[in-house]
């Protein structure tokens, strides 16, 4: 059983940074795609970023250029690094992990933290 723990929200204003964290537990970290989902009031939850257990990330357009997916295997954490925050960022944002397909394809949540952009 994988659990994810997320921190590092909080309110910042428009053009500040912030940098969340998602520590796994559950011993398979090395094998998983992890990555950073959000939901807005009203909105689907979209995808923000991911990182394969190779290092291969993926953005969504709207955070190219700002934000920065990381992992750390020794710590069985991934960030979320977020520069040039916008109020259209305010989401709950949510740590997500994928265990490959060997491992059955198995989908993981953590319970979100929110992100607050005022203008």
């Known amino acids: 059983q994988v659990q994810l723990v997320e921190s590092g929200g909080g309110l910042v204003q428009a053009g500040g940074s912030l940098r969340l964290s998602c520590a796994a537990s559950?011993?398979?970290?090395?094998?998983?795609?992890m990555g950073w989902y959000r939901q807005a009031p009203g909105k689907q939850r979209e995808l923000v970023a991911t990182?394969?257990?190779?290092?291969?990330?993926n953005y969504a357009d709207s955070v190219k250029g700002r934000f920065t997916i990381s992992r750390d295997s020794a710590k069985n954490t991934v960030y979320l690094q977020m520069n040039s925050l916008k109020p259209e960022d305010t989401a709950v944002y949510y740590c997500n992990a994928v265990t490959p397909p060997y491992w059955g394809r198995r989908e993981y949540w953590g319970q979100g933290t929110q992100v607050t952009v005022s203008s």
């Open positions: 559950g011993g398979i970290f090395s094998i998983t795609t």
């Open positions: 990182i394969t257990s190779g290092g291969g990330t």
